[in-house]
């Protein structure tokens, strides 16, 4: 009887921690914002992009520090949030920033909508891309420049793998298991 009871406690235990390994992890979302090169696009320019060409960030962050889904999203050093800057031929992460050991990049969101990514980058002798707000500008080594707006942002949550589902389930025999046996 008393291992009945010590393993029903075990298996409560087991799904008590399972539960909040589910919490923690229902917060993590990913997301894609998009953008458009519509307000300036020299030609030829070292990141292949001409007007009307589309760049990108995407990654994966923690919205549980959001309020109603308002709030700054930072992609600092230590901030377990990831970011990846597609913009033509050049690929650009969070750690590019020149303000990465102090928070950014940084995401703003009001009500789960885009309200602004601000960034700085700078690369080979003279490169830059800059973000302000709802903005890029982007500045090759020759000084040809390239712009445009954000124009799209999605989020979806990231889904909580199959183990743990299948663990979930095992648990829950085993106390249906322990209860029977009582």
């Known amino acids: 009887m008393n291992i009945i009871k010590k393993s029903g406690c075990t298996v409560l235990l087991a799904l008590g921690l399972l ?8 917060a993590l979302v990913n997301y894609e914002l998009t953008g458009t090169v519509d307000g300036w696009a ?5 990141f292949g992009l001409n ?24 992609f600092g050093s230590g901030s ?7 913009v033509g031929s050049y690929t ?11 928070g950014y990049p ?39 420049q390239v712009s445009g707006t954000w124009t799209g942002f999605q989020m979806t949550p990231v889904p909580v793998p199959a183990a743990v589902w299948l663990f979930g389930s095992g648990l829950l025999g085993l106390v249906g298991l322990a209860r029977r046996k009582k």
């Open 80 to 86: 377990g949030n990831s970011m990846t800057l597609t």
């Open 106 to 144: 940084e995401l703003s969101l009001n009500g789960g909508t885009f309200d602004g990514l601000n960034l700085a980058i700078e690369f080979g002798s003279f490169g830059t891309f800059d973000s302000l707000d709802f903005w890029f500008d982007g500045f090759d080594d020759g000084g040809n």
């Open 42 to 46: 020299d030609t030829p320019n070292d």
């Open 19 to 26: 539960g909040s390994s589910a919490i923690t992890h229902a």
């Open 92 to 102: 650009f992460t969070a750690a590019d920033d020149v303000n990465h050991l102090i």
């Open 51 to 74: 007007m009307g060409s589309t760049i990108s960030a995407t990654g994966t962050f923690d919205d549980s520090i959001l309020s109603g889904g308002t709030g700054v999203v930072s």
